[in-house]
């Protein structure tokens, strides 16, 4: 069956699905037709009212869709939200991070701000020390104060 997809400047794009896909396997089709990633859309089903598709794993026919129906695609950006470093002088920063920002991402909002090299970063969080991935892999979360400490310099004993 057909249906209409509807952007939120009013392009229409007309895709073909089989009742029993799921709404999480229209989202892919949303990607690979227009490029957009499947965490960023957000799915109305328009039918009178306004009916969100928004369990994943639910079949489209669940939700009423027949050959014909439109749904609204609206493309969302992931809100930021707050976390604070805390230097090894004890001062507190602010910054403002997405949810998905990789480690790597933030050390290097850090150097800009904090003038410490990423190499010489060395930023804890509940005991773990933030390596590589995303902040969201080691429970960083709104609000969260993530700790700098320098990393130790090498040398030789005597």
Known sequence: ??????????????????????????????QNKLGFPP???????????????????????YYGL??????????????????????????????DIKPEETVSDFKTKVQHREGVQVSQQRLLHQSRELLDGKLSDYDVKELSTINMTGRLRGGVYF
């Open 1 to 30: 069956m057909d249906i209409t997809i509807v952007m939120l400047d009013g392009k229409t794009h007309t895709l073909r699905v089989n009742p029993q896909d799921t709404v999480g396997s229209l989202k892919m089709l949303i």
């Open 39 to 61: 965490q960023k859309q957000k799915l109305i089903f328009v039918n009178g009212q306004k009916t969100p598709l928004n369990d994943d794993s639910q079949y489209i026919s």
């Open 66 to 95: 027949q050959s014909g129906s439109r749904v609204s695609l609206l493309i969302t950006q992931p809100a930021t939200m707050q976390v604070f470093l805390r230097n090894e002088k004890g001062q507190i920063s602010t910054y």
